[in-house]
């Protein structure tokens, strides 16, 4: 164990470095809470895909992989790529424009700028603020664990010793340094999940005889639709639409388009971000499906039956199957996982208390970086406790996570920016209803007072009845100041609105659609909803601001479309065959060998060429507008006046 603590030290310490490296380049909150919009896209993308693949997706899905089969890593993590896709061509060029025309430094700001009023600013930061919170005591917690793991500690030690270290990067640096380091984790998560394929697998002789080992003994863990008492076909592909559109409306992945220093770095990043997390999914396969088959040969324990769970699977093997040096290596890349996402919430929630929430009340905060530190602390500070002393209240707070934030942002923030009929009284309501919604079924559930169907995974169901109810409510309650907030926002020309009308109207369609089959168990159109909105929100995004496409454009989407629709339905006319393919039943080996690495690559590289050739010419003018403005005397003073009292 003396190797993995020496490599765990020497991993904080380079994470401290990097914010002792930032300190002398933060000099005010844009620098503090957009990296002073210096970031390059291979330092953003990696840093997105990072934050994004937490210590939930590599702990929890392994853990998923181990008790469940690969069902539900095509529930939970193949169709995460296409999230990226989604962001990119959605919000990546508007959010980018809306930086270099405004102080835009959060999502609530964005918010405040679409739309008139303050109940639309004052709901989002708060969603914000204690979204952020309820994701760091997540983050606070699995750092203890892990901690505790290496050095011998109690729990409670190992969260304060974690939260110590990210505290003192992020506020030291903000998020220049929080971007660098995420950067250098993305690339440790990157090579640990390769190491860690090949190591996994081999312990049973290598991916084809593993499969043959699993297969042998109950192929069930195999197939799309599992073994015997595994995950509903409904519950599957609702969680689907879960991790798709809950990625793509996460707040630590949306505010890096408000860092990067140029247009053209939004070019390669989806591709980036989307090839990276398909790498890292890696490490939950090969250790889920491998620590299985060591089960059914008699080599490991029952580990759902075990102290820990199934989610003790990665502990397990990494303490039991591996040397001490990899073991080390493997668990400095899952604090890693744990430490990027927690200061991308770090920097989210501390905009929110220090920053938007003031700003929705009419309140200017003066010295805006000392105040963005003393919040970032004040973050951590609840998370900790929450952590250590309510518990009952980290379970509600954990409530408030991937759904619900997905659920208040998804509607308001991604079809805002095109919908001109989009109202600030729709935006509260996504908000409230986002987390109202998530927290009361949880604590509902979890306290017996209702029991919900096993097919009904109620967190995909809130994000698409959340976008559902978005749009009916800007339908029902039209809002003339909305409208004129978009005109001056984005200017639009009136002439094109019919044709995001019909957009729009198609994703309410097929949205209300996926979301009865959700609740009545029906796994079909669920199923088929997620090739078919993909489609429809690539086509969106691929709008210019003339509200027009590109031929060629067109063309690659439909192609796109038309491919992983096909893919989708080669799968269901397969998933009742007993064929096999690469060692997996046929319609597992579509999904896994076919759909999962097209999708992941594909809708990225359509994005780049989209962008390459139409939706980059909106924002050349728009650098050059940033950068005359910059030049200013004006400007520079006013830049260094900021926080001249810091």
């Known amino acids: 164990m003396s190797v993995s603590v020496g490599l765990i030290i020497v991993y904080f310490l380079v994470m401290i470095g990097i914010g002792m490296w930032a300190r002398a380049r933060v000099h005010n909150s844009r620098d503090f809470l957009v990296a002073g919009q210096t ?4 330092v953003m993308a990696v840093g997105t895909f990072s934050s994004i693949q937490s210590g939930f997706g590599m702990i929890g899905h392994t853990g998923q992989a181990y008790a469940v089969g690969l069902e539900a890593l095509v529930g939970a993590a193949l ?72 050095f011998g500690t109690s729990t409670t030690t190992g969260a304060i010793v974690g939260s110590l270290i990210v505290t003192i990067y992020t506020i030291v640096g903000g998020m220049l340094a929080g971007a660098w380091t995420d950067f250098i984790q993305g690339l440790l998560m990157i090579v640990m999940s390769l190491g860690v394929f090949v190591v996994a697998t081999n312990t049973l002789g290598g991916w084809g005889s593993m499969l043959e080992t699993i297969a042998a003994s109950d192929v069930g863990f195999l197939r799309l639709d599992g073994p015997a008492g595994g995950q509903p076909l409904t519950f599957v592909y609702t969680f689907a639409m879960l991790a798709i559109l809950g990625a793509a409306a996460q707040p630590q992945l949306i505010t890096k388009f408000l860092m990067l220093r140029s247009h053209t770095e939004l070019k390669w990043g989806a591709f980036v971000a989307a090839v990276a ?63 990027s996402s927690a200061n991308s919430f770090i920097a989210v929630g501390a905009s929110a208390l220090m920053r938007d929430l003031p700003s929705a009340f009419g309140r200017e905060v003066r010295r805006e970086l000392l105040w963005a530190r003393v919040a970032s602390t004040v973050v951590v500070v609840c998370a900790l406790l929450f952590a250590l002393y309510l518990a009952q209240v980290v379970f509600l707070l954990g409530a408030i996570g991937w759904a619900a934030f997905a659920a208040a942002i998804f509607g308001p923030l991604v079809l805002g920016l095109y919908w001109k009929r989009a109202t600030a009284l729709a935006t509260s309501v996504a908000v409230a209803y986002g987390i109202v919604a998530n927290l009361a079924l949880t604590l509902l559930t979890s306290e017996e007072i209702i029991t919900l169907p096993a097919y009904f995974s109620y967190g995909g169901a809130i994000i698409t009845s959340g976008i559902v109810l978005f749009i009916a409510v800007s339908l029902l309650a039209p809002s003339q100041g909305s409208a004129e907030h978009f005109d001056r926002l984005l200017e639009a020309p009136r002439e094109s609105n019919g044709r995001i009308d019909r957009l729009v109207m198609a994703c309410l369609v097929i949205l209300t659609v996926a979301t009865a089959g959700m609740v009545l168990d029906w796994w079909q159109p669920v199923y088929y909803a997620i090739p078919v909105s993909v489609t429809l929100f690539m086509f969106l995004g691929a709008l210019n601001t003339a509200n027009q496409w590109s031929s060629s454009g067109v063309a690659q989407i439909c192609t796109f479309g038309c491919v992983m629709l096909l893919g989708f339905v080669a799968a269901h006319a397969t998933l009742d065959s007993s064929g096999t393919l690469g060692g997996l039943p046929t319609a597992t080996a579509i999904f896994f060998y076919l759909v999962w690495p097209f999708t992941a690559v594909a809708a990225p590289l359509v994005f780049t060429s989209v962008y390459h050739s139409w939706l980059s010419r909106d924002l050349i003018e728009v650098d050059a507008a940033a950068q005359r403005r910059s030049s200013t005397p004006a400007t520079t003073v006013a830049g260094t006046a900021e926080d001249a009292g810091r």
């Open 277 to 339: 997390y398909a790498v890292t999914t890696l490490f939950a396969i090969s250790i889920g499906l491998a620590s299985r088959g060591l089960t059914m040969q008699g080599r490991a324990p029952d580990l759902v039956a075990s102290p820990g769970g199934q989610d003790s699977t990665s502990t397990w093997f990494l303490d039991t199957m591996v040397s001490p040096w990899f073991a080390g290596f493997v668990l400095a890349g899952l604090l890693a996982a744990i430490m």
């Open 79 to 150: 169709f995460v790529p296409l999230a990226f896709a989604l962001s990119w061509f959605l919000l990546g060029s508007r959010l980018y424009r809306l930086a270099r025309q405004h102080d835009v430094f959060s999502v609530p700001d964005v918010i405040k700028l679409r739309f008139p009023g303050r109940s639309a600013h004052v709901t989002m930061s708060i969603a914000m603020f204690v979204g952020s919170v309820a994701y760091m005591t997540a983050q606070v917690t699995a750092m203890g664990v892990i901690i505790a793991l290496i």
């Open 39 to 42: 970031l390059g896209f291979l």
